[in-house]
């Protein structure tokens, strides 16, 4: 593991979801300006092209509290220190696949980071809560 001045650097995993690529776009800059790796959050169905139906098809799921199955994992977890999670405003909420992740791992010691895309210029807070009061207490980062 790399050291430097007898410190350990923090590893940096930026992950986003991202339906039309604008929060992806996002993620880049971030990993432009502080290194990292890139995740992209996939879901095992893929979501429809049409923005009508995945309005539809959001407000479902935030109905239901669902937690869309994703597809694949992160590797090595556990060499990560700051992890970055990135997702588009939907319904004035977080996209239900974000939570799914949010709560597939084991957050303990980690700084979590949460950023958002949006096309309104109000700041919405309940989309970045990811913090116990939200998840439960499965997800230690608390903002
Ligand atoms: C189903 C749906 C719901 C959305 N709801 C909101 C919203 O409530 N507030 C907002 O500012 N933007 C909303 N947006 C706009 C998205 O945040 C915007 O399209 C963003 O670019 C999507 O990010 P992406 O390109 O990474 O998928 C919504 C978009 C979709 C598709």
Same mark, same amino acid.
């Given at each position: 593991?790399?050291?430097?001045?007898?410190?350990?650097?923090?590893?940096?995993?930026?992950?986003?979801?991202?339906?039309?690529?604008?929060?992806?776009?996002?993620?880049?800059?971030?990993? +432009? @300006?502080?290194?990292?790796?890139?995740?992209?959050?996939?879901?095992?169905?893929?979501?429809? =092209? $049409? %923005? /009508?139906?995945?309005?539809?098809?959001?407000?479902? +799921? @935030?109905?239901?509290?669902?937690?869309?199955?994703?597809?694949?994992?992160?590797?090595?977890? =556990? $060499? %990560? /220190?700051?992890?970055?999670?990135?997702?588009?405003?939907?319904?004035?909420?977080?996209?239900?696949?974000?939570?799914?992740?949010?709560?597939?791992?084991?957050?303990?010691?980690?700084?979590?980071?949460?950023?958002?895309?949006?096309?309104?210029?109000?700041?919405?807070?309940?989309?970045?809560?990811?913090?116990?009061?939200?998840?439960?207490?499965?997800?230690?980062?608390?903002?």
């Amino acid at each position: 593991m790399l050291r430097l001045y007898g410190r350990r650097r923090k590893t940096r995993l930026i992950a986003c979801f991202s339906w039309s690529g604008n929060t992806e776009a996002l993620a880049e800059l971030i990993q +432009e @300006q502080t290194g990292g790796d890139l995740y992209k959050i996939t879901t095992a169905t893929p979501y429809t =092209e $049409d %923005y /009508d139906a995945l309005l539809a098809q959001a407000q479902e +799921e @935030q109905k239901a509290n669902a937690r869309p199955e994703l597809d694949g994992q992160v590797e090595n977890w =556990e $060499d %990560y /220190d700051v992890i970055f999670v990135g997702y588009p405003n939907r319904r004035s909420d977080a996209p239900m696949e974000a939570l799914t992740f949010l709560e597939s791992y084991d957050f303990n010691g980690k700084t979590l980071i949460p950023f958002l895309y949006q096309r309104q210029r109000r700041v919405w807070k309940k989309p970045l809560q990811c913090g116990e009061e939200r998840l439960g207490g499965t997800n230690p980062g608390r903002l």
